[in-house]
T-cell receptor, first 114, second 111 residues
């Protein structure tokens, strides 16, 4: 059973550029979550999918951020017109919908905006 | 608004020196309280879920307990490999699936 995978692991971009991250959840997990974590802080929730439906979005998710899960399997998170404040670790997690609520996290994508 | 506060922010122990980490929470109906371990540059690793006051769970040198207002992570006779940041999170029963995390406790075990 492979865990949650994320790609790329590191991304350096210039301010104003667009970036896209991918997350592959644990197979058969129908729930997928995106979080953002800055240095010295705990992860902050961004958005949640059940299958292909985006059911919850944080106020942190400005209109420059968009997430998709088109076939209910992998997900992408796109940030348009990146700003230096977007520099953070972007974490993806997945969970089963079978009554257990544990979320299993991937290794994260470290974004640096210069 | 759901809130989690962890203390202390950082803790240094000698190998074999037992201690406890605290997680205080306020939540509008607790679905579950979660403990994770996070190593530098990696994603959080799931440790425990606690669902109701009085519940306890153990794994190797770690034991998690839960009351109506806080949770403790007890570490017994720690080893240097237990050094990591320990994160506490809560999930509300109010329909939301998100985890609300504390800022973590950075634990260092000196040999």
């Amino acid at each position: 059973d492979t865990g949650v995978s994320q790609d790329p692991r590191h991304k350096i971009t210039k301010r104003g550029q667009n970036v896209t991250f991918r997350c592959d959840p644990i197979s058969e997990h129908n729930r997928l979550y995106w979080y953002r974590q800055t240095l010295g802080q705990g992860p902050e929730f961004l958005t949640y999918f059940q299958n292909e439906a985006q059911l919850e979005k944080s106020r942190l998710l400005s209109d420059r951020f968009s997430a998709e899960r088109p076939k209910g399997s992998f997900s992408t998170l796109e940030i348009q017109r990146t700003e230096q404040g977007d520099s953070a670790m972007y974490l993806c997690a997945s969970s089963s919908g079978q009554g257990w609520y544990e979320q299993y996290f991937g290794p994260g994508t470290r974004l640096t905006v210069t | 608004e759901d809130q989690v506060t962890q203390s202390p922010e950082a803790l240094r122990l000698q190998e074999g020196e037992s201690s406890s980490l605290n997680c205080s929470y306020t939540v509008s109906g607790l679905r579950g309280l979660f403990w994770y371990r996070q190593d530098p540059g990696k994603g959080p690793e799931f440790l425990f879920t606690l669902y109701s006051a009085g519940e306890e769970k153990e794994k190797e040198r770690l034991k998690a307990t839960l009351t109506k207002k806080e949770s403790f992570l007890h570490i017994t006779a720690p080893k240097p490999e237990d050094s990591a940041t320990y994160l506490c999170a809560v999930q509300s029963i109010q329909g939301a699936q998100k985890l609300v995390f504390g800022q973590g406790t950075r634990l260092t075990i000196n040999p």
